[in-house]
T-cell receptor, first 112, second 112 residues
Framework: DTGVSQDPRHKITKRGQNVTFRCDPI?????LYWYRQTLGQGPEFLTY????????KSRLLSDRFSAERPKGSFSTLEIQRTEQGDSAMYLC??????????FGQGTRLTVV | EDKVVQSPLSLVVHEGDTVTLNCSYE??????LLWYKQEKKAPTFLFML????IEKKSGRLSSILDKKELFSILNITATQTGDSAIYLC????????????FGQGTTLQVKP
């Protein structure tokens, strides 16, 4: 499978715990995006990488959220001290420059 | 602030019907409009539109963009139950990062 891959697919965590998600983009894609989607809404932009550089972060991304793409390939999104409001689907997408973005299957986070 | 609005929010039709989904947008620096289909998980890419008046077609699906009136439509003819999904419209806006601004989506249910 050469599409965008996300891991895990589902995560249930207790409030206050830290969680980390991983995204492996399509190999030749230089751009990587993280989005968050809640029920009944379209995806909301969180952050963007061009190669290893994080070039834009949404104001939705509080200081409890951090993302990295250390070698310009896979990326991780960490949420510290999770809150119930963090429960959502976290989607990763990749693209080559300004062409269409392809999405992964998402990680569904449930904070209890 | 860049904004994308889709209508209707939900639609129920019977197999064989034709449907038209609407997407209007307000962005500072429009570059392209994209349509995605979302079933259980990942949004899958349908069309990217950059020029007014040029219809893009794929099987029973087609889409067109009007940059003067700032909207796009997605048509599905001879609908099938497999067309049941959320249809998302997204726009590349003022940022040059390629991030997408999504509408809320239209939930289409096709009954047998």
């Amino acid at each position: 499978d050469t599409g965008v891959s996300q891991d895990p697919r589902h995560k249930i965590t207790k409030r206050g715990q830290n969680v980390t998600f991983r995204c492996d983009p399509i190999s030749e894609h230089n751009r990587l995006y993280w989005y968050r989607q809640t029920l009944g809404q379209g995806p909301e932009f969180l952050t963007y990488f061009q190669n290893e550089a994080q070039l834009e972060k949404s104001r939705l991304l509080s200081d409890r959220f951090s993302a990295e793409r250390p070698k310009g390939s896979f990326s991780t999104l960490e949420i510290q001290r999770t809150e119930q409001g963090d429960s959502a689907m976290y989607l990763c997408a990749s693209s080559f420059s300004n062409t269409e973005a392809f999405f992964g299957q998402g990680t569904r986070l449930t904070v209890v | 602030e860049d904004k994308v609005v889709q209508s209707p929010l939900s639609l129920v039709v019977h197999e064989g019907d034709t449907v038209t989904l609407n997407c209007s947008y307000e962005v500072t620096n429009f570059r392209s409009l994209l349509w995605y289909k979302q079933e259980k998980k990942a949004p899958t890419f349908l069309f990217m539109l950059t020029s007014s008046g040029i219809e893009k077609k794929s099987g029973r699906l087609s889409s067109i963009l009007d940059k003067k009136e700032l909207f796009s439509i997605l048509n599905i003819t001879a609908t099938q139950t497999g067309d049941s999904a959320i249809y998302l419209c997204a726009v590349h806006g003022s940022s040059n990062t390629g991030k997408l601004i999504f509408g809320q989506g239209t939930t289409l249910q096709v009954k047998p």
